[in-house]
């Protein structure tokens, strides 16, 4: 996005190219440049990639500016006391005698002036970085313009505990967004007003952990590289955020656009175009303060401000203001009248609770705030009963189908009338919306990657559905105003709605690009080097332009038509967590359809574990259960689109080069909706040995059937053995096996006696080298998970609590 643009400033670049040539690159001391020739009048670096001069801002105002020369629309870098712009006749900027670099206005008043340490300043020069500094005698730089960023970093550029970025608004004042090193020493992304302060990115609702953070680096120092790497001291691991088009020689800018978001552009050389290669936020709505006090912002399917039912905006064409009351509750007028409350499904306002009160009835929760006159309204988290009574509404936003339990109660007025109006909703994301056209949806659709010899024949149909939704509903229906229609338009600036819409497009392109099968041919050599086959098709080992090893997995019988098929690949694609195997992209041509992903150096687990030459010792065993859990949980718990994998297996558990696991191949047995009941699903097909038993049934499919799995791969964790071979040299099924090794588990933990019983069910490879206390849990998590009954097991959430609980308390204790 280009940062201006008004008519004003729109100087197509063509006619700047003949006075660039007059330019010069160096400001001597006691020289000025002046805004009366702001066209010649300038500074430009040595390669001619950066201007410093003045600019119009509009009519008779200008900046001092530093900003790429050749690109289509201006783009400026940096800029001398924003929102300070200065006249456009007898305006300069003079490098004094004292060392400092003076921006006066026409009547001499000190505008900005650079802070000066040296009297020694010989010259001002604009380098081919894009930084303008000023250097000594010596050639020592005593100032430079990268110290004091404004909106935008370029490469080399270091942001460190004392720069903040602060994005402009609409009027090249300074706005409401900033990015720097919190206390905590993490970079992160801030709305700041008069109000509230809060932390957008990392996502407040994730653990540092999670985010991929590590608050204990005191460093606080970035830089963007040349080659689209951002590396950060708080980054974990110092993984670094990459441009999608990673490599030297492209020009770039990280920029804190007006609307909040942090992108990563790169230039178009041949057209001066700028392109997004990076994007911090990829669903808009989860940047803070977009719709204002009250507003809610929701996909229908672009990002969308609309007021919630009872209520209108403040100021029709301004979001920033969002929505007021149309009668007002608040405490000086509440007296006087009765209130009630609208319930938002799926909706939350991020912060502002006066209080947090667990396990309590909704009933009581709605008391609590209609006693309250300063309670604007309430949140209540049906599974936990936990209400958040609020103070004040912001940062407003509907989550896409039922994601999670979140339900918004707002007080209004009692004599509001607001039928007629409806709740806004977010259905971006839902599949059920591509899906329209699909007239084979319940047919044989896509089909997991089986082990070819280890499938189940029985296929079966399975309904997934949602089920606590209904108990609340005879509750709700006291005081539940029927729907409403109020959907606004995003009347956000020009400039704002392209820098949305971006967003937007990367929400649906980021992590996830279309790749043409002559490219996949290319990269894999003609298909020449087969990775493994499965029942679902062959995964071939490529390389792409970019030199990122990928797997292509060639999909066979996928009989979904194309949109249902990129739909739901967008989503998957979107899903980007360390312990599952990222998807780059999708070839969807003719009757190829194939899926781009990371290369995971050292296989499948399976592999590893049952027929390996690398000996997995404890820790890493363990490691393991712990990496798979977490990609699970996230699969389960935090997505947007909430995923069950249906075919979890040591096949489907990939290790990195550092043994790290990533789970492969999820998504693939349809995404789970959890809006409405009884959505069609396809038919999947699961793996043998690690089927839930409500699976073979035909009943009801939920997450539990992951859980399942997960247990039996606890169970070879530990053992080193595949329960398959287990039950062949048994002679038993294998569901019988389970159930006995279960039952026999059970009481030998029940009964205390494990420790020489243990040394026997654990791998004998590892003679005897483990934690007890791990081996323990995961022995008491298997016959949690493979409980016949699916409501009985954990979630994976609560697995991996345990999992971490157990991996804490004896990280002090040495292994014996
Ligand atoms: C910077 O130089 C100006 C004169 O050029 C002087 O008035 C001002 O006090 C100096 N500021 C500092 C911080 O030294
Ligand atoms: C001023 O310059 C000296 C040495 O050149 C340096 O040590 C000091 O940190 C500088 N002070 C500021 C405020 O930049
Ligand atoms: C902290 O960050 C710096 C800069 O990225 C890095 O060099 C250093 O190794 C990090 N320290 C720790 C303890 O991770
Ligand atoms: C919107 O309202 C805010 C806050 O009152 C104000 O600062 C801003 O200039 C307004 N924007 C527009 C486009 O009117
Ligand atoms: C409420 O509004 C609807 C539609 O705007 C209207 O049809 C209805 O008569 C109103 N009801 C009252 C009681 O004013």
Redesign the pocket.
């Known amino acids: 996005m280009a940062p201006i643009f008004s008519i004003l400033h729109a100087l197509p670049f063509l006619v700047l190219l003949p006075i660039i040539a007059m330019s010069r690159e160096i400001l001597p001391l006691k020289s000025s440049l002046s805004v009366d020739d702001y066209q010649s009048d300038l500074l430009r670096s040595r390669d001619g990639t950066f201007s410093c001069g003045f600019r119009a801002v509009y009519d008779n105002a200008f900046a001092f500016s530093i900003w790429y020369t050749n690109t289509a629309s201006e783009t400026v870098v940096w800029t001398a006391n924003r929102g300070r712009p200065v006249h456009a006749r007898g305006s300069a900027v003079t490098l004094h005698k004292g060392g400092a670099l003076v921006l006066t206005d026409y009547d001499g008043t000190v505008v900005w002036q650079s802070d000066n340490n040296s009297s020694d300043v010989q010259q001002a020069r604009l380098l081919d970085t894009g930084n303008l500094v000023m250097t000594s005698s010596t050639g020592m730089i005593v100032w430079q313009s990268f110290d004091s960023p404004t909106d935008t970093l370029l490469p080399t550029q270091h942001i460190v505990a004392t720069t903040k970025l602060v994005s402009a608004?609409?009027?090249h004042d300074p706005g409401h967004y900033m990015f720097h090193f919190t206390d905590s020493s993490v970079l992160s992304l801030i709305y700041d007003d008069a109000d509230v302060h809060d932390i957008y990115w990392p996502d407040p609702d994730d653990g540092l952990y999670q985010s991929k953070r590590n608050r204990y680096n005191s460093t606080r120092m970035g830089v963007l590289h040349g080659n689209g790497d951002f590396v950060s001291s708080d980054f974990a691991d110092q993984q670094p955020f990459s441009a999608s088009d990673r490599g030297s020689g492209i020009k770039r800018r990280l920029t804190l656009d007006p609307d909040g978001n942090l992108r990563l552009y790169s230039l178009d050389s041949s057209n001066g175009d700028w392109s997004v290669s990076w994007v911090a936020i990829s669903q808009p709505c989860n940047i803070h303060g977009l719709c204002g006090p009250n507003g809610i912002c929701h996909y229908s399917p672009a990002p969308t401000c609309s007021c919630p039912p009872g209520f209108e905006m403040n100021?029709p064409?301004?979001w920033?203001?969002g929505c007021k009351a149309i009668v007002d509750t608040s405490c000086s007028v509440a007296q006087v009248q009765s209130v009630r409350f609208v319930h938002l499904p799926d909706t939350d306002f991020w912060g502002s609770d006066q209080r947090h009160v667990d396990k309590i009835s909704l009933h009581a929760c709605r008391n609590i705030c209609e006693s309250d006159c300063n309670c604007r309204g309430f949140q209540y988290v049906i599974r936990e009963g936990t209400c958040f009574p609020k103070s004040f509404l912001f940062n407003g936003r509907a989550y896409p189908s039922h994601r999670s339990a979140r339900n918004m109660y707002l007080k209004i007025a009692g004599s509001t009338n607001i039928s007629g109006m409806l709740v806004p909703q977010s259905n971006v994301l839902d599949p059920r919306k591509h899906s329209r056209s699909c007239h084979q949806m319940d047919a044989k659709t896509m089909v997991p990657f089986p082990d070819v010899h280890r499938t189940s024949q029985g296929e079966t149909r399975w309904s997934y559905f949602y089920g606590f939704a209904a108990a609340i509903f005879t509750l709700e229906a006291l005081f539940i105003a029927t729907a409403w229609f109020f959907v606004s338009r995003w009347e956000l600036?020009s400039l704002e709605i392209q820098a949305v819409e971006q967003g937007y497009m990367m929400m649906a392109i980021s992590n996830f690009r279309r790749y043409n099968y002559k490219e996949l041919a290319k990269a894999t050599k003609k298909f020449r080097y087969e990775l493994g086959r499965g029942g679902s098709g062959i995964v071939y080992r490529g390389a792409l332009d970019d030199g990122r090893a990928v797997a292509v997995k060639m999909l066979e019988n996928v009989r979904q038509c194309e949109e249902e098929f990129q739909a739901e690949l967008r989503i998957i694609g979107n899903i980007n967590h360390m312990n599952l195997v990222r998807i780059w992209g999708f070839c969807s041509e003719n009757s190829h359809r194939m899926l781009v992903t990371e290369y995971i150096e050292n296989g499948s687990l399976a592999n590893i574990l049952f027929d390996g030459n690398i000996l997995l010792d404890w820790r890493r065993r363990f490691n393991i259960a712990v990496g798979v859990a977490k990609g699970l949980a996230y699969l389960h718990h935090e997505c947007l689109e909430w995923v069950i994998h249906c075919d979890v297996k040591p096949e489907n558990i990939l290790l990195d080069k550092d043994l790290e696991p990533k789970i492969a191949d999820f998504g693939l047995a349809k995404l789970l909706s959890r809006g409405g009941s009884n959505q069609k699903v396809s038919r999947v097909r699961g793996t043998i040995g690690y089927i839930a038993p409500e699976w073979i049934s035909s009943l009801q499919i939920t997450a539990k059937v992951d859980v399942y799995s997960y247990g039996v791969v606890l169970l070879e964790l530990v053992s080193g053995k595949r329960v398959l071979d287990l039950a062949e040299s048994s002679g038993e099924e294998v569901h019988v096996l389970l159930r006995k090794l279960v039952k026999l588990l059970a009481s030998t933990l029940l009964n205390g006696d494990e420790p020489s019983w243990i040394e026997e069910f654990v791998d004998c490879r590892l003679s005897g080298q483990f934690n007890h206390m791990q081996v323990r849990t995961m022995i008491k998590l298997a016959v949690a998970c493979l409980d016949d009954e699916s409501s009985k097991r954990p979630t994976m959430e609560s697995i991996l609590q345990l999992l971490l609980l157990a991996d804490e308390s004896c990280s002090s204790n040495v292994l014996r």
């Open positions: 608004n609409g009027f100021n064409g301004n920033t203001q600036g």
